[in-house]
């Protein structure tokens, strides 16, 4: 009995040396798949106002995700960021603080396989946001970036909005009728 158990380990043991880059795939995806955002977390990190971000503390935080530094561009000044990806592609990125960079300013979740604490994803349309959500309020920036949202919320939605067919204007609010057809591009976290 006991001989069968040290084969046993030694055997999945064995296993786990042969093939470590697959069970971190594996561990990966199913880090990616459980994770949620909400108005104070995303998976294992804390969000508020104070976060504070180091690299090896997200490293730690996201096990089986790759987390990476680095620098976006903008009209405005470069910004640093942290980019969270699984084995196949970007899940989210936290953009820190303009003036301190060791403290967050935003969660940007781009991929489908993370939902919100209300059930929400990239994809969900604008009506399904609104039944869930329905004190939210739409709001188009200078950028013409489409937004539903509350001002006392954290979690914020923006829209992908298909404009009219053949529409060659300038940029601009959308109609309703273009609302009732957009679908979340991306869920975002702001502190506040």
């Not at 996201?62 to 980019?83: A, C, H, N, R, W």
């Not at 006392?152 to 609302?179: F, H, M």
Request: aromatic share 8%; hydrophobic share 35%; charged share 30%.
């Amino acid at each position: 009995m006991l001989l069968r158990t040290l084969v046993a380990l030694l055997f999945t043991c064995l296993c786990f040396v042969s093939a470590p880059d697959a069970l971190m795939e594996a561990n990966a995806q199913g880090d990616a798949e459980r994770l949620v955002l909400s108005n104070k977390n995303i998976g294992p990190l804390g969000l508020d106002k104070n976060t504070k971000l180091e690299l090896q503390d997200l490293k730690r935080a996201f096990t089986g995700l790759s987390v990476e530094q680095k620098i976006g561009q903008q009209d405005g000044p470069d910004f640093l960021y942290y980019q969270i990806s699984d084995s196949e592609g970007e899940l989210f990125w936290i953009k820190t603080d303009d003036d301190d960079p060791k403290k967050i300013d935003s969660v940007h979740v781009v991929s489908a396989k993370i939902q919100d604490q209300y059930g929400l994803k990239i994809g969900s349309t604008y009506g399904e946001v609104l039944r869930i959500r329905p004190r939210l309020r739409v709001e188009t920036d200078d950028h013409f970036h489409t937004y539903v949202g509350h001002s006392k919320e954290n979690i914020v939605y923006e829209l992908a909005v298909s404009y009219r067919k053949g529409y060659q204007g300038p940029d601009r609010k959308p109609t309703k009728q273009e609302l009732v057809n957009s679908k979340v591009k991306e869920l975002m976290w702001f502190a506040r």
